[in-house]
């Protein structure tokens, strides 16, 4: 089996396992307008009961949900430290509502968005803000429905890093990453727009 | 107008070729419907009643006499002769081949023209005041600032997939003609107390299932932060607006939800980390932008021979309704009116297409606009030369003297050619211009807007129209619902529904009983808004359901 992943611009192996929480019990469903933003649409978010119950291997480079991950932080000093500890996100998770329980993202060698749909175009702002607001330096990876024509803008919008579904052919999906020579408009990858850069 | 340079070409011809890979891995089964959906959509391509409709971008309204020509080529070669000018200032080709698409697209390419981002969840064309550059009424000409955020938001890497589709409009006049109020960021440039340019900034606005009008945002923007305030509206929106309900995903939801002051707390939070970043403009590149659109050689001309023709009824009519004022004396501004009732409104024939551009030519330094009342626009015409030009377009049907009266109608394409009709509109429009079709009657009435929509998407924007009609659905039957008081520009208002709906049969002879209420109430010249603002809805109820009768 070829590897599905795809990081810079050629097909590696992946060394990292990615780690599921158990599903939970009933779906929560949060009320509309409360404080926290996503609540808006009324997408769940980890239970503690998930949290708790969220088995992982004790050694090896793992990925787990940011909530398992925030649950367990003091224990894995000694594997952060041994970078072997990574995060993944949902796209409708707040940045902000973690951002300040993690020492130093950076202590992070990997941080995962997954995106469900394909047309969910969340992952873009999650990975300018990841990269230019909160300085993020390491490996930033799309997972989820990631395919061909999604690419370009992901790696616009700082990820160098992508996980292509399973159905799908990654050395097919590596060509998308080039499908334009020059964009218009500054963005994470390249942060000055086309008239600053070249002679119009 | 704006001319391509090398990296411009570029992006559009990437576009092609990566379209038609998309479209062949479509094909063959690589890519499913629901995946191509989105891609498809970015391109303008959307699947109808009948066939594919692909739509292609005009930005802010501006063709080339050569642009104008490629698509009569295009309507007559891969279409069955006529395309479809939409209130968003772009064209639809409503029978193109799935299989030509890429082609088609390729020819397009050649004239500096493309599909891209003319629909689906993404910023879509700029539009902006027909007028723009001519109008005396002009404080400063938004084309050079519209093409700067079209170039911004072309291939926006992160807002390639919005919760839903976004609609920028511009206005740089104190008369605002592009409805900058609905639509989900509207800006008006204006000139601030130290002569600086300066944009007030609306949010939220938009027709749909939901009229809104905008909220302010921004009282006093500079232009300098256009694209980076921009960019942080865009990506609280992209975060958070509603993503589960498509009738709940446009920005005006968020910002109704959420209330104009928490949404912009919101902005000013994330525009505080980009504000002076590297998306800042600086006056070098608006120099730039901005000598592409500097004012073409006009004569001084001072003169001119109309007086010899104002005897001639039909073209001092025409003089009267379809030519504007114009900044430089001795110029007017012509609209040539696509609202005969021979055919759908908005609609042009290839040939009716090749002669505009021809007369373009002629008399308007080869540019032509699209308003987005679904008309053709010369925008500078020497007044020597109105009555020759008067005589040509009139062999083309180009010059019912109809332009901002009643039968100048917008509407949308209706259940003749969408989906998601409820009911049919052109047949609606037909049969008022038919009803309305003696001149100076129509004259009298004096200006007025009859806005149709087929169904509550609103694409005709019915409600902001003076009069605006809508299909709705009754088991399974076609009906029509009116508004009355519905207004676009400086005072936009939504219209009222003024009572149960009606059949098709029952509509024009609805449209005449309110026409007839407005007669007999209108001080002298009154407009027809200003005297249903004046004396409210009851007269025209009563007019159209009769006095307190009990509806059954
Ligand atoms: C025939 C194919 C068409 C389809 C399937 C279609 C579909 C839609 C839909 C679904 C919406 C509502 C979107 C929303 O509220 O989120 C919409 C809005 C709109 N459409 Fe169309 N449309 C079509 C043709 C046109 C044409 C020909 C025009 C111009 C004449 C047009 C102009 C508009 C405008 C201006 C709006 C925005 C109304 C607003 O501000 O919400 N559309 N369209
Ligand atoms: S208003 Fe409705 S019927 Fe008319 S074009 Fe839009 S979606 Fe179709």
Redesign the interface.
């Known amino acids: 089996m070829s590897s599905q992943l795809i990081i810079n611009n050629s097909i590696v192996d992946d060394e990292w396992q990615l780690v599921m929480p158990p599903k939970a019990d009933e779906e929560v469903k949060k009320q509309?307008?409360k404080v926290v933003?996503?609540k808006?649409?009324?997408?769940g978010s980890l239970t503690n009961e998930q949290i708790e119950n969220t088995i992982f291997s004790k050694n090896g480079k793992v990925i787990l949900p940011v909530g398992v991950f925030l649950h367990h932080q003091k224990d894995l000093k000694n594997r952060i430290s041994k970078q072997e500890i990574g995060i993944w996100m949902e796209t409708h998770e707040e940045i902000d509502s973690f951002i300040n329980e993690i020492n130093d993202i950076n202590l992070l060698p990997l941080i995962s968005v997954r995106v469900k749909k394909?047309?969910?175009?969340?992952i873009?702002?999650?990975g300018?803000?990841l990269r230019?607001?909160y300085k993020y330096k390491n490996e930033l990876r799309a997972i989820g429905d990631v395919?061909r024509?999604?690419l370009?803008?992901?790696?616009?919008?700082g990820f160098n890093s992508f996980h292509i579904r399973e159905d799908?052919d990654a050395k097919?999906a590596l060509l998308g990453l080039n499908?334009?020579?020059?964009?218009?408009?500054?963005?994470?990858d390249q942060?000055?727009?086309?008239?600053?850069i070249?002679k119009? | 107008m704006y001319k391509y340079?090398l990296?411009d070409q570029?992006?559009v011809d990437?576009?092609v070729a990566?379209y038609k890979g998309?479209l062949t891995r479509f094909l063959n089964k690589?890519l499913t419907e629901e995946?191509f959906r989105?891609?498809r959509l970015q391109n303008g391509l959307y699947i109808q009643r009948h066939a594919p409709m692909l739509r292609v971008a005009v930005p802010y309204g501006l063709l080339s006499s050569t642009q104008l020509n490629k698509l009569a080529d295009i309507s007559d070669k891969y279409d069955r002769g006529y395309g479809h000018f939409s209130t968003r200032q772009n064209i639809q080709f409503n029978w193109p081949k799935l299989e030509d698409t890429p082609q088609i697209l390729k020819e397009l390419a050649t004239v500096e023209m493309h599909a891209i981002q003319t629909s689906g969840?993404c910023i879509r064309n700029i539009t902006t005041d027909q007028f723009s550059g001519v109008t005396p009424d002009e404080i400063i000409d938004p084309r050079y600032l519209a093409e700067i955020i079209r170039?911004?938001?072309?291939?926006?890497?992160?807002?390639?997939?919005?919760?839903r589709k976004f609609k920028i409009a511009i206005t740089g006049s104190s008369r605002d003609r592009a409805i900058v109020q609905a639509h989900d960021i509207g800006l008006e440039i204006f000139s601030d107390k130290d002569n600086e340019m300066a944009i007030k900034v609306w949010v939220g606005g938009g027709l749909g299932r939901t009229p809104i009008l905008g909220s302010v945002i921004k009282e006093n923007l500079s232009w300098k932060h256009i694209?980076t305030y921009s960019e942080a509206i865009l990506?609280v929106y992209?975060?958070?607006g509603?993503?589960?309900n498509m009738y709940k995903a446009r920005i005006k939801i968020?910002v109704k939800?959420l209330g104009i002051e928490k949404f912009k707390e919101l902005v000013e939070r994330e525009w505080a980390?980009?504000k002076d970043?590297?998306?800042t403009i600086d006056i070098s590149?608006i120099n730039?932008i901005k000598a592409f659109f500097s004012e073409p050689n006009y004569k001084n001309n001072k003169q001119n021979d109309l007086k010899k023709h104002v005897t001639n009824k039909s073209f001092s009519q025409w003089l009267s309704r379809c030519t504007h004022s114009h900044k430089k004396e001795g110029y007017r501004s012509v609209t040539l009116s696509l609202k005969s009732n021979k055919q759908a409104p908005g609609d042009a024939t290839a040939d009716q297409m090749r002669a505009v551009a021809s007369l373009a030519d002629q008399y308007s330094f080869g540019e032509i606009r699209v308003s987005h009342e679904q008309n053709l626009i010369l925008a500078d015409v020497l007044e020597d030369k109105l009555y020759e030009l008067w005589e040509k377009a009139k062999v083309q049907k180009l010059t019912t003297p109809n332009v901002g009266l009643l039968t100048d109608i917008i509407c949308c394409p209706g259940g003749d050619f969408c989906s998601l009709a409820n009911a049919k509109s052109i047949p609606i429009a037909n049969s008022i211009q038919d009803l309305f079709d003696d001149m100076d009657y129509l004259h009298d009435i004096g200006e007025i807007n009859l806005n149709i929509s087929g169904c509550m998407n609103a694409c005709g924007h019915h409600h902001v129209g003076h009069i605006g009609i809508l299909g709705v659905d009754k088991d399974g039957s076609e009906w029509y619902q009116l508004t009355l008081g519905g207004n676009q520009g400086n005072f936009a208002s939504i219209g009222k529904v003024i009572g149960p709906s009606f059949s098709e049969e029952e509509l024009p002879g609805v449209i005449k009983k309110i026409i007839s209420t407005f007669i007999k109430h209108r001080h002298l010249d009154e407009i027809f808004i200003d005297c249903v603002s004046r004396i409210g809805l009851q007269p025209f109820k009563e007019a159209v359901y009769g006095k307190k009768e009990k509806k059954t």
């Not at chain 1, 942060?191 to 600053?196: I, L, R, T």
């Not at chain 2, 170039?151 to 919760?163: C, D, G, I, V």
């Open positions: 509309a307008g933003m996503f808006l649409t009324g997408e394909f047309a969910d175009g969340r873009f702002s999650i300018n803000l230019l607001k395919l024509d999604q370009f803008f992901l790696k616009r919008s799908r097919d499908d334009f020579t020059t964009p218009y408009q500054g963005a994470v942060k000055q727009p086309a008239w600053k070249i119009r | 340079d990296l570029s992006l990437e576009r990566q998309q690589e995946e989105p891609l969840n170039q911004w938001s072309t291939f926006h890497p992160e807002f390639a997939l919005l919760p694209l990506r992209n975060l958070y509603r993503r589960d968020l939800a980390s980009i970043g590297p998306n590149e730039r």
